[in-house]
């Protein structure tokens, strides 16, 4: 079946301008999660949803970043007043959110690139 | 704080060679953990996983045992290929959160 998608694959911005990172993850799958890839701090855990709800934000580095989910199932990340330093490859990843079931799935991830 | 150990990268190999990528972690319960495998170019994929002490992981030729009394999860492979070349990623998932604690990644080179 279909896996996670991720959009844009590649945003580039200008430093001050808001981006919104889109997740659609696999079907039937109650945990979203965001994490995010750079050259300097490597794999970081952002945000953890179990259906819309976030019991787990504190990966988020500052009060410009935000996500909210709807619906139990499309996650968008909210970048404000983009920095430099946000340019990384951000990535989602779902999980049917059983407790026996650890594995999570990751999508392609979006490339920012804040100029 | 958890935190995941991994050895420095690049590794290079030439094919057919015994790959061991070490992997040690820091974590307050009782984790889960796991090797995550990014081919080029493409996202992270699940490689093997081991839920408790003693358990091993295994898949496509790698294996990794979960050792709680040396705190690690090495991964080994005993002939490796060049479509192995990859950037490998040790992760734990802590007992009562759900996020996953990366290791820096360790690339791996194999050469023909």
């Known amino acids: 079946g279909a896996g996670v998608s991720q959009s844009p694959s590649n945003k580039v911005t200008e430093k001050g301008k808001d981006v919104e990172l889109r997740c659609d993850p696999i079907s039937g799958h109650t945990a979203l999660y965001w994490y995010r890839q750079s050259l300097g701090q490597g794999l970081e855990f952002l945000i953890y949803?179990?259906?819309?709800?976030?019991?787990?934000k504190s990966g988020l580095p500052s009060d410009r970043f935000s996500a909210e989910r709807t619906g139990g199932s499309v996650s968008t990340l909210t970048i404000q007043r983009t920095q430099q330093e946000d340019s990384a490859v951000y990535l989602c990843a779902s999980s049917p959110g059983q407790l026996s079931s650890y594995e999570q799935y990751f999508g392609p991830g979006t490339r920012l690139t804040v100029t | 704080g958890d935190s995941v150990t991994q050895m420095e990268g690049p590794v290079t190999l030439s094919e057919e060679a015994f790959l061991t990528i070490n992997c040690t972690y820091t974590?307050?319960?009782?984790?889960?953990l796991f090797w995550y495998v990014q081919y080029p170019g493409e996202g992270l994929q699940l490689l093997l996983k081991?839920?408790?002490?003693?358990d091993k992981g295994s898949n496509k030729g790698f294996e990794a045992t979960y050792r709680k009394e040396t705190t690690s999860f090495h991964l080994e492979k005993g002939s490796v290929q060049v479509s192995d070349s990859a950037v490998y990623f040790c992760a734990l998932e802590d007992t009562g959160r759900r996020a996953l604690t990366f290791g820096s990644g360790t690339r791996l080179q194999v050469q023909p």
């Open positions: 949803f179990q259906g819309n709800s976030a019991p787990d």
């Open positions: 081991a839920t408790k002490a003693d």
């Open positions: 974590a307050t319960g009782y984790p889960s």
